[in-house]
């Protein structure tokens, strides 16, 4: 690890980047560490895939993030990914991976699949933030700053659903506790993240639940979202992330399912498990991934066609028939 700081100062230049479709735990790792990689070398690139969602605006020095455009040929002698199970997740912004020299992979998801020339993998993480709080505190002996604290803490709580999943650990509280003793501002951040949706997104959740199905002797909550009900209330493409725990939540459902229209013959798949479903082996079925109790896949097919499919996947996981 001593040569991986070596590397970090004398780099000339370095890249940080995540996943597509970006979330608490992608946005607030890269920040995190870029800010911090960035006292260390003034060439730390932070590079975001899409849009950045609305309701992370808030976070610290937001304005580090550059948009990633194809256009872009740099060569790169670090390349840090985080929270990235698989390299194919980074879109198009894959080709900076494809162009450095040395590529560090961090990452939390039982799916990695060790794509870097150094892998740092931590099933047990709640987050990848939290991963990256020990990283900076152990490997790079770093201060942890208010700002770097802030982006940490927002990964932490979205990824642990605030620090109500089982990936939550002694250890996730003490570090947690550690990011609030450095000031993090409870308030602004549960304000931003949980108490600031739109009204469209509301009134979007009421058709949703209209679709929500209960089958398999009520084992699978299954629900759709077509392009369709995304026109009509014109959301943000993460406004419909958390929606599934709707599904989730309901006395004797397993899995929760929610596939998504994103293109007329492209769906997306998201999983979540109760208690014993491993997700993440479903997912794979479908060429995806993620962890045991949340994960994602990509599915090309009509939505009829994607939604027997997964039925029967499911049935034959749960051992239960349809009904
Ligand atoms: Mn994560």
């Known amino acids: ?180 003793e450095l000031g993090v501002n409870i308030e602004e951040v549960t304000f931003n993240l949980y108490q600031n949706g739109s009204y469209n997104s509301i009134k979007f959740l009421g058709d949703f639940l209209q679709n929500l199905d209960i089958t398999l002797d009520g084992k699978l909550a299954l629900s759709t979202i077509t392009l369709e009900m995304l026109r009509k209330y014109n959301l943000d493409s993460d406004e419909t992330d958390s929606i599934i725990n709707y599904g989730r939540d309901i006395k004797g459902v397993e899995v929760a399912i929610t596939l998504k229209e994103v293109n007329e013959n492209i769906i997306k798949a998201s999983f979540r498990s109760k208690a014993n479903v491993d997700v993440n082996k479903l997912a794979q079925i479908f060429g995806g991934g993620g962890h045991k109790k949340a994960s994602g896949a990509t599915i090309e097919g009509s939505m009829d066609y994607v939604k027997e499919r997964i039925i029967e996947e499911v049935s034959k996981t749960i051992g239960a028939t349809r009904g």
């Open 1 to 180: 690890m001593n040569s991986l700081k070596e590397l970090i100062s004398t780099g000339k230049n370095i890249a940080v980047i995540s996943h597509i479709s970006p979330d608490g735990d992608s946005l607030g790792s890269i920040l995190a560490l870029g800010i911090t990689l960035g006292k260390m070398n003034s060439n730390v690139t932070i590079y975001l895939n899409d849009v950045l969602p609305a309701k992370y605006e808030f976070l610290p020095e937001v304005h580090r993030f550059i948009m990633f455009k194809e256009e872009e040929t740099k060569e790169y002698d670090l390349t840090f990914v985080l929270d990235c199970g698989d390299i194919d997740r980074l879109g198009k912004s894959k080709v900076i991976a494809n162009r450095t020299k040395t590529l560090v992979n961090i990452d939390h998801h039982i799916s990695n699949t060790s794509y870097g020339n150094i892998n740092i993998l931590d099933v047990d993480a709640s987050s990848t933030c939290q991963m990256i709080y020990e990283f900076i505190d152990e490997v790079l002996e770093a201060q942890i700053s208010l700002d770097v604290a802030t982006c940490l803490y927002v990964g932490i709580t979205t990824d642990t659903g605030n620090f109500k999943y089982d990936n939550t650990s002694p250890k996730t509280h003490r570090i947690a506790s550690k990011l609030l």
